[in-house]
C-alpha cells in the first residue's frame, strides 16, 4: 500500500511538470498582425460596462485563435492567453456572492450579435485581415495521428507508472551503498580513558560502518545568553484594475519568532591545553569545575558530536542533530541513472503523441520539445525518488543505532565516571 501511494504522489508530480512544460513549450513566436490587437485594458476602457466588455473580449479572443493564409496565429500566444484571463476576471465578479442574471443574459444575447461582434472587429481594423480557408496540409515526415490525445495518455499511463517503478527499484539498492567506504579499526589512545572497540567501530544497515572517539576536557569558565532568531515570510499583494474599478490585494507578513539558549565552555584537556566548545539548546547543564566528555565522529573536516555526560552531576545527553550526520546517503549516481531511465520511458510510452504538440511543425522539432518535457519530469521525479529512499535508509540506520549503541554508550560513560575525573585530578590541582 505504502508503494501505491508513493507511486500514485510520483505521477501527480509528473503530470504537473507535463502540464507545466506543455504550456511553455505552446508559445509560438509572434505574428505580423499581433501589433493590431489591443490590450484587454485598452477594451475594458473602450466599452461602458461589464457585458460588452465581456463580449468585445470574446470576439477578439476568437479573432486571435484564427489563422492568416500564412498559416500563423493573428495575435501571439500571450495576447489570447490575457484575453482569456480578464475575460474569466468580468465573468467572476458577477458570480460572487451571488450569481448577476442580468449579466449573464446580456452576455448571451451580445455573443449572438452578429453586428456587434463585426463592430468590434472594425474599430480595431481587424475585420479586413484574411483567414486562412483550410488548414495547411500535414508535414509528410510527420508519423500520422490514429488515436485522440487523451487515449494516447490512458495508454501512456501505465508504462509511465511502471518507468517510475523501476527508477525507485534501481536507485533503492545503489543509495544504500553509496558512501560505505572502507574502515579500518585503528590502535586505541594510550593513557586516557576512551571507547572499547565494539563501540569505537559502529556498524548500522546498508552496510554503513564509522568510527567513534571520545575526549574529556575540564571546564575552566563557563558563558552561556540567549539568541533570538526572527524569520519571516512575506505574501506579494496585487493590483487589478477593470474598466474604472481596482481592486487591492494586501501583502501578508508572517513571523517565526524563537529563543535559543546558548553556552560557551572554556576548557582544559588532561596535558593542561586550553579549547573552547559551543553548545546550543542548553542540552548539558555544566559550570566551572565540572569534568565533561562527549563521544562523537570525523566526517571529512568536521567533528560532529553525538553524545555527552558531565562526569560531576551524572547528565547524560544525546545530541540529535549529530545523530542522523553519519547515517546519510550520497546518492548522485543513483539520481543520474534515474533521471535516464525517467527519459526513456518517458519517451518509449509517449512517442505516439509527439505529433500532438504541434501539427504543422517537423516531427523532429516535437520530438525535443517532448524530450525537455521528460527531461524536466524525470529530473525531479528521480529528485523525489532518491530523498524518499534517503530518508528511509538514514531511518533505519537511525533506529538501529538508537537501539544498540545508545544504551551501550550511555553506560559506558556513566561507568567510566570515576576514571575520567581521576585523570584530571592534577589539572583541577593546578587550576
Known amino acids: ?67 492568416s493564409p500564412d498559416g500563423q496565429y493573428k495575435a501571439s500566444y500571450q495576447q489570447s492567453s490575457d484575453y482569456l484571463k480578464f475575460i474569466q476576471i468580468v465573468e467572476e465578479r458577477h458570480r460572487h456572492p451571488q450569481e448577476d442574471k442580468a449579466f449573464f443574459d446580456a452576455i448571451e444575447k451580445l455573443r449572438t450579435d452578429r453586428a456587434f461582434r463585426t463592430g468590434v472587429l472594425q474599430r480595431y481594423k481587424l475585420a479586413g485581415l484574411p483567414t486562412m480557408a483550410a488548414p495547411p496540409p500535414r508535414s509528410t515526415t510527420a508519423p500520422q495521428v490514429a488515436k485522440s490525445g487523451e487515449t494516447l495518455v490512458q495508454e501512456a499511463a501505465p508504462w509511465w507508472l511502471v518507468t517510475i517503478v523501476a527508477m525507485w527499484l534501481v536507485s533503492r539498492p545503489i543509495i544504500r551503498a553509496s558512501g560505505n567506504d572502507p574502515v579500518t579499526l585503528p590502535p586505541a589512545p594510550v593513557g586516557v580513558v576512551s571507547l572499547p572497540d565494539s563501540l569505537r567501530l559502529v556498524e548500522v544497515p ?15 569558565e563557563e558563558q ?135 501539427p504543422e511543425s517537423p516531427v523532429i522539432f516535437n520530438a525535443i520539445g517532448f524530450g525537455i518535457i521528460g527531461l524536466i519530469g524525470s529530473a525531479i521525479i528521480a529528485m523525489i525518488v532518491g530523498q524518499r529512499i534517503s530518508r528511509n535508509v538514514m531511518n533505519e540506520r537511525d533506529k538501529a543505532f538508537r537501539e544498540k549503541y545508545v544504551p551501550a554508550l550511555k553506560k559506558f560513560l556513566e561507568d567510566s565516571t570515576p576514571n575520567v575525573i581521576a585523570q584530571f585530578s592534577g589539572v583541577r590541582a593546578a587550576h
Open 206 to 220: 546498508a552496510g554503513r560502518k564509522y568510527l567513534l572517539e571520545m575526549d574529556s576536557r575540564l571546564i575552566i
Open 1 to 67: 500500500m505504502k508503494l501505491t501511494q508513493r507511486i500514485i504522489q510520483f505521477a501527480l508530480a509528473g503530470l504537473v511538470v507535463v502540464a507545466t512544460a506543455g504550456g511553455l513549450l505552446a508559445q509560438r513566436p509572434d505574428p505580423p498582425t499581433a501589433h493590431l490587437f489591443p490590450t484587454p485594458p485598452t477594451v475594458l476602457n473602450d466599452f461602458p460596462d461589464d457585458p460588452h466588455r465581456w463580449a468585445a473580449l470574446m470576439t477578439l479572443y476568437a479573432a486571435a485563435q484564427e489563422k
Open 224 to 358: 552561556s545568553w540567549s539568541e533570538t532568531r526572527v524569520s519571516t515570510f512575506t505574501t506579494p499583494g496585487s493590483v487589478q484594475t477593470i474598466g474604472d474599478q481596482t481592486y487591492v490585494t494586501n501583502p501578508q507578513s508572517h513571523t517565526d519568532v524563537s529563543t535559543v539558549r546558548m553556552e560557551k565552555l572554556w576548557l582544559k584537556d588532561t596535558e593542561g591545553r586550553e579549547s573552547a566548545w559551543t553548545l546550543a539548546g542548553g542540552v548539558l547543564d555544566a559550570r566551572a569545575g565540572h569534568i565533561i566528555s562527549r563521544i562523537g565522529g570525523r566526517w571529512g573536516d568536521q567533528m560532529q558530536y553525538i553524545m555527552a555526560i558531565n562526569h560531576t552531576t551524572g547528565q547524560a545527553v544525546l545530541l540529535h542533530g549529530g545523530v542522523r550526520v553519519p547515517h546519510g546517503t550520497p546518492g548522485g549516481g543513483a539520481y543520474s541513472l534515474s533521471v535516464l531511465i525517467g527519459i526513456v520511458g518517458w519517451m518509449w510510452a509517449g512517442w505516439p503523441m509527439v505529433p500532438l504538440l504541434n
